[in-house]
């Protein structure tokens, strides 16, 4: 899904944020900034949050020019590194349902905590059929469909 254009719903939205005040935004499981890019393009200030080293580092090899401002951090999602009510808008597309239903509920918890009020909230999970064309050898299911991935390839760049 890294390499995928950003989700038209989420671009759909960009004159009501506007139209809301909207400044700061959170990307909640980022990944390689699909969504991170074009947002900032869009003029808001947005900050990517993901667990996964390697895919910031692409976003850092790689962004393209945008005049609005982007920030990236390596973080969880159970715990992230920003103060309360911090966002305006925050989105987290296909990531928070990585995990077991503990974490599900600690990823919800976390992004309302970084949420302002009255902020807005877009989540995007798959179905529980995507799952099962996601099982691979090297994943285990933890509960009933949920499926984690236990072995990772890395490749180092120099």
Not at 78 to 83: E, T
């Given at each position: 899904m890294q390499r995928l254009p950003p989700n038209l719903e989420v671009l759909t939205l960009v004159p009501e944020l506007k139209t809301r005040g909207v400044h700061l935004v959170l990307d909640a499981g980022c990944g390689a900034g699909r969504h991170l890019y074009p947002l900032a393009a869009a003029g808001f200030q947005v900050?990517?949050?993901?667990?996964?080293?390697?895919?910031?580092?692409d976003c850092r090899v790689h962004p393209p020019r945008v005049p609005g401002l982007v920030w990236l951090v390596q973080g969880d999602l159970?715990?992230?590194?920003?103060?309360d009510g911090a966002f305006d808008f925050v989105l987290s597309i296909n990531a928070i349902s990585h995990g077991d239903t503990r974490a599900f509920q600690n990823y919800c918890r976390e992004l309302d905590r970084v949420l302002r009020p009255r902020g807005l909230l877009f989540i995007w999970v798959s179905p529980r059929e995507a799952g099962e064309m996601m099982r691979l050898p090297e994943t285990v299911e933890l509960e009933p469909g949920t499926l984690v991935r236990t072995h990772f390839k890395t490749a180092l760049r120099r």
């Open positions: 900050l990517g949050v993901d667990r996964e080293l390697s895919v910031l580092r159970q715990s992230l590194p920003v103060r």
